[in-house]
């Protein structure tokens, strides 16, 4: 016996398992040998610990007095599938008695998603010694985002909100709220830079999603010298 007859609404989004865990209780009477519980196709995965987890490989209940007691099994989606429908079977058997079938099913929801527009920066030249560059700018925006955005510059370029606003070196960070419309992000290449081409990337990185560079191009002009 056993129950529920079937598990569902599992669900996470995608890039974001595992799912959370849903429990089916489990036991039997008159029995001769032991319970196996096996997945059909190793979508889900089991545990009777809810610690330690497996997909393909039987559980095993053992037999006891001719019967198995009431056991807690644990079970989640894997992680790693897309998005979708994802069903599975676990098989549950034992010697003497017809198979049985607990039928699974769970949704993976749409991944979260960054754009970013332009992705390639081109400043204008300064002389060495000089600088900051000219100021530059690029939208950012993302969808079905669950946590918060960073945008961060590589140590040559620096980047604020506003085009008059105060530069910095270190990660701005937006809310999905905030990326639900596009946030414009100013760059300008440092004063003081090394002499020669400067191309390094923004990196716009959300948990969940697929990160995304801006490429900044920039050049310091060689120093004047007296011949």
């Known amino acids: 016996y056993f129950s529920p007859t079937s598990l569902s609404g599992f669900t996470y989004q995608q890039n974001l398992?595992?799912?959370?865990?849903?429990?089916?209780?489990?036991?039997?009477?008159?029995?001769?040998s032991n319970i196996r519980l096996e997945m059909k196709y190793g979508k889900y995965e089991m545990s009777l610990s809810?610690?330690?987890y497996t997909g393909y490989t039987a559980?095993?209940?053992?037999?006891?007095?001719?019967?198995?007691?009431?056991?807690?099994?644990?079970?989640r989606l894997k992680a790693g599938y897309t998005e979708g429908s994802h069903l599975d079977t676990i098989f549950v058997s034992?010697?003497?008695?017809?198979?049985?079938?607990?039928?699974?099913?769970?949704?993976?929801?749409?991944?979260?998603?960054?754009?970013?527009?332009?992705?390639s920066l081109t400043f204008n030249s300064y002389n060495y010694g000089a600088g900051?560059?000219?100021?530059?700018?690029?939208?950012?925006?993302?969808?079905?985002?669950v946590y918060n955005t960073t945008v961060t510059p590589p140590s040559d370029f620096e980047i604020a909100t506003t085009s008059g606003?105060?530069?910095q070196s270190t990660a701005l960070t937006y809310t999905p709220a905030n990326l639900a419309t596009p946030q414009r992000v100013y760059v300008r290449m440092k004063a003081g830079q090394s002499a020669g081409a400067h191309t390094s990337n923004i990196v716009v990185a959300s948990t969940g999603a697929?990160?995304?560079?801006?490429?900044?191009?920039?050049?310091?002009?060689p120093q004047a010298t007296i011949r």
């Open 210 to 221: 697929t990160s995304k560079t801006v490429t900044c191009n920039g050049n310091v002009n």
């Open 94 to 119: 034992s010697t003497g008695y017809t198979t049985k079938s607990i039928p699974l099913s769970g949704t993976i929801t749409t991944a979260a998603s960054l754009t970013v527009s332009p992705s």
């Open 17 to 32: 398992g595992l799912s959370t865990v849903k429990t089916l209780s489990l036991g039997g009477l008159v029995l001769s």
């Open 165 to 167: 606003g105060t530069y």
């Open 59 to 75: 559980i095993n209940l053992p037999v006891s007095g001719s019967k198995v007691s009431p056991t807690n099994i644990y079970v």
């Open 50 to 52: 809810n610690t330690t």
């Open 132 to 145: 900051p560059s000219n100021i530059l700018y690029f939208d950012v925006s993302g969808s079905n985002l």
